[in-house]
């Protein structure tokens, strides 16, 4: 007899289309937050990650008790003109200025696993301290996929708070890792669509139909339009911008519904998890 599916474990069917609908970047600016929370309670989304370092995080973290929420684990600070620092004083984790670095590469080169570990867990534990239901963990610009010790750590802390994990898939393909992870004992989506920097409706309608079987997670980065969001991101407003609109677009959940997807969250995953 085979090993049941991840749906059947879940108290799904095995043929059913299980979908989780992340928003990234949570508590980076009260507009995220708004947008967030309003995708999450009136539009399709399911789920969210919380960037913790954020001046906005605090805010958002009273915001959504209750809701399911993970943390995004954050080691890069991207914008020009709206920097942030790590809650804690490791050397490698931060640029001249004091801030958390700048680019993806340059986090890549200079981070030690010591000063990530600390740092990271020091971010899930501040959310735990607010009051977050936190339901997952995933990487902010993928920075903890892309390194072997890095995906250590991430996996480590995973497994220390007994949290499931997102994976990377298809454009992005971490096999390895995924391996790793299941050999923890830890719980992850199945497969990612993985919209950015193409507008997510447009990938919505172009992958729904054909979403096979399984736990699936698509992410969107939603942000409301208007002078703060232009103020701090110069160069993907506008799909930030387009993210909060297609989360609450009639048309995108007619398409869920009309092509049998079940919308879920990764709290279903973690208490799956936590119950094994």
Known sequence: MSAASLAERLGYHA????????CDDLGSSHAANVATLQAM???????ATLMVPCPWAHEAAAMFQGLP????????SEYRNYRWRGLTHGTSLHDADGFLWATRTAALQRLTATDAHAECSAQIETALGWGVDVTHLDAHMNVLQERDDLCDVYLALAQEFRLPVRMLW?????????DRAAARGLLFNERIIYPWPRQTRNVFFQSIPALPPGVCEIFAHPVFDGEELRAYDTVNAGIRAHDSVCLLDPAVADLLEQNGVRRISY???RDLQRAG
Do not use: Q
């Not at 043929?15 to 992340?22: A, F, H, Q």
């Not at 309670?41 to 789920?47: E, I, L, W």
């Not at 298809?170 to 995924?178: D, L, S, Y």
């Open 267 to 269: 709290r279903e995953l």
């Open 41 to 47: 309670t009136d539009g399709v989304a399911t789920s």
């Open 15 to 22: 043929d059913n289309r299980l979908l989780i609908i992340n």
């Open 69 to 76: 929420v993970g943390v995004h684990l954050t080691l890069t």
């Open 170 to 178: 298809g454009e992005a393909t971490f096999g390895a890792a995924a």
